[in-house]
Structure formats: C-alpha cells, structure tokens
C-alpha cells in the first residue's frame, strides 16, 4: 500500500504570524492575567453568537463545572447527557456531587435523542446536557420545552460546534448556558481555554465568582475599602490568562474562513465517498449547519474487514483516522460506579462501526483525494 509521507493527524490549529504577534504584544504589555484581554475576549465571543454574556475560564472542562454549579447540581442530582461525547461532559458532573444519566442517541444525526432524554427524566433532573456532536448542532428547540416543563437548566455542550448555526442562528444564545472550548484541535485555539455564553444575569454573576475561588466583591466589601472582598462560596482558579485571550481574539477574525474550510472539505469528502459502497457519510438535519469539527463515517456490514483492520491499516499508511467517542460509561472508572454495559444500545452499536477521518482547515485537496483514495484500496484489499 502507498503511505502519505507525513502523518495527517485528524484535527490540528491553524496559527498565522498575526496570532503569534497578538501573543507577544500580551506579553509585552503589563497584564498577563486578570487584564483587558479576557474581557475583550468575552464581548468578542458574546457578539459573535450573539449572547449577552460570555465567562472565560481556564479549559471547556472548567467551564462546564462552572455551568453545572451555576445551574444548581448538588449531591444527588441528575445531570442526562449522550454517551457518545468526551466524557468531560459527565465528568464536571460528578465534581459538583451530581450523577450522570446517560441517554441514547438519534442514529441520523449522531446526537441525544429527545425522545431517549424524555424517558430519563425524573425529579432529580438538574440539568440536560445535549452535545452538538461533530459540530452539528442539536435541535435545541426541543430540549428548551423539555427545559420549560421539567424546570430543568439546558447546558449545550457546544466544544465542537462554535459559528455552527440553528435555524439560522449561530449555537450560543439559544440555549441557558453553551460551553465552547478552546483546545487546539477545536474550532478556534487558546491553547486550552473554554468560555459559557448566557442570556442571564444571574447565571454570569454566578459563573465569574466560581470562577475566580467564589470571591465577590460585596455591598459590604465596598464598604469596608478598596482592599476587601468577600468569599462568599467555596470556588476555584479556573481563570483563562491574557496571553490565552490575545490568541483566542486573533484566531475568532478567522473563524468564518476556518468554517468555510472545513465546509468545503466535507462536502468533497461527500461527494468521493459516494462511489465506495459500504460507507454511510454524515447527514444534517434540515435546521442546522454544521462547524464540520469531526468528519465520522460508519463501516456499513457490507465491507467484509473489521473497524480495527481498516483503522490498522488506514494508520499504517500515515492517515491520521480516529474513533469519537468510546462510550462514556464504558470506561473503568464508570463501571466502579455501578454503570451497566449496554445502557444505550443504538450507541454502543453505531460506535462499534464509527470512523473519524481527518479535517482540518490547512488539508488540501490533495489530501482529502488521498484520504478517500487509500480508504478505498485498504477496504477492497484482502
Ligand atoms: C473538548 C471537549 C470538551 C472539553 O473541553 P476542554 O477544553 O478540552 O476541557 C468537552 N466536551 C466535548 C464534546 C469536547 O470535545
């Protein structure tokens, strides 16, 4: 089999001459935390999807502690979310005491099914945690009626689908609270970062104090002088720094020209992938765009090799495929808490045939046709 010569990785950052400048102008400049940047970066986000409010914090999994502990989950609290995510999005539910119920996906779109969450409703429901999954946004209108009947707060896991639209709307204002994360392979990059957009005032004062080892400045503090301030919750350093929001406010100039890219790369790896049988290619539901973070194929029964043969052999020949996500509750430290193997069965079964190919905004033509071109010969080879 012919090889690439250099290992195509599935995802990677895009980083120009003008974010490394922006970068160290902040390091250059009196702040490098707690300065101008970070906010600057919050209104740039905010504005972007169209948000009132928007908190930086030091990582996406940060921010999602952050946004469950706003949205009240204590202990014995449920938080329902897909088993197909990283499983950070369970993870900053356990921080905050709460357990993680998981609920099956819609084999189209890949994405929690209403219909599954509904079902696992109860009166322990804190929070439902939909993910757009691979950048396609989830049908958000419906979760927000669950949201409105259940007294239930929606935390839309939004880590792959920032610029992503719903029904016409950038993914960001729709639901209570949407994390975004800012890890290189991500839509934009700070390195690590994350950041919760809101509509609610309460939800923000709530996320900046968690934020920053739960300390307010009080009707009393100010009273008391400038150098007082109240710590009025146990909260955490979960601070994004000025060097991270200069390159994060660089990289969002770009996002538009990144989702362009990635567009264009799906749509040819559509059109390549027809003329091989046996790969199922994505479907978007009619409301949505996607931000294309992750490009999944299925390997329908039709093609005689195994997911593990065609990956071997796919990565043998330098093209960087993956699989997302192993479900959660697969993982050791899940099944210590008591969690059974086949909770989600349409899960476990689109997982079991699911292959990431590679997209990034930097993959030329060349290398989707050599993408589709190997796939092909490692399928029909014996
Ligand atoms: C990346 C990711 C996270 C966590 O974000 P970090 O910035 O890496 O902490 C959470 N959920 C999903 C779906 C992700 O892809």
Not at 110 to 115: A, F, G, I, K, Q
């Amino acid at each position: 089999m012919k090889q690439r010569e250099i290992f195509l990785s599935y995802g990677k950052q895009t980083i120009d001459e003008d974010d490394i400048e922006a970068v160290v102008a902040t390091l250059r400049s009196p702040f490098l935390t707690q300065g101008p940047k970070i906010e600057e970066f919050e209104r740039a986000v905010a504005d972007y999807v169209g948000a009132k409010y928007a908190v930086a914090f030091a990582n996406g999994t940060a921010a999602l502690h952050g946004a469950y502990d706003a949205a009240g989950v204590g202990t014995g609290d449920e938080i329902i979310t897909t088993p197909i995510t990283f499983a950070a999005t369970a993870n900053a539910a356990l921080y905050c005491g709460g357990t993680p119920v998981f609920a099956d996906i819609d084999p189209v779109t890949y994405n929690l099914s209403p219909e599954a969450v509904a079902k696992k409703i109860t009166d322990k429901t804190k929070v439902i945690a939909p993910v757009d999954f691979t950048g396609q946004p989830v049908d958000i209108d419906v979760f927000m009626e669950f949201a409105e009947a259940h007294d239930v707060v929606i935390v839309q896991d939004g880590a792959h689908s920032l610029g992503a639209t719903y029904k016409g709307k950038r993914v960001g204002s729709q639901a209570h609270m949407t994390m975004f994360s800012f890890h290189p392979v991500k839509p934009i990059t700070t390195g690590e970062g994350g950041i919760i957009t809101t509509n609610s005032e309460v939800f923000y004062q709530r996320l900046k104090t968690f934020r920053s080892h739960g300390i307010a400045k009080t009707e009393y503090a100010k009273e008391q002088g400038d150098w007082y301030y109240e710590m009025t919750q146990l909260g955490y350093n979960y601070r994004m720094n000025d060097i991270q929001a200069a390159l994060g406010l660089s990289q969002l100039n770009k996002i538009d020209a990144f989702l362009n890219r990635r567009q264009e790369i799906a749509k040819q790896y559509d059109n390549l992938l027809k003329d091989i049988p046996g790969i199922i290619t994505p479907t978007l539901h009619k409301d949505v765009t996607s931000g294309w973070h992750l490009y999944m194929i299925q390997l329908d029964h039709k093609i005689k090799k195994s997911r593990k043969e065609i990956f071997n052999e796919m990565r043998a020949a330098n093209i960087g495929v993956h699989v997302h996500y192993i479900p959660v509750y697969w993982h050791p430290y899940y099944k210590e808490l008591g969690y059974e193997c086949e909770i989600c069965p349409i899960a476990e079964a689109w997982y079991e045939r699911a292959m990431t190919l590679p997209i990034h905004p930097q993959m030329t033509g060349e290398d989707i046709k050599q993408v589709v071109k190997i796939l092909k010969s490692v399928i029909e080879s014996k």
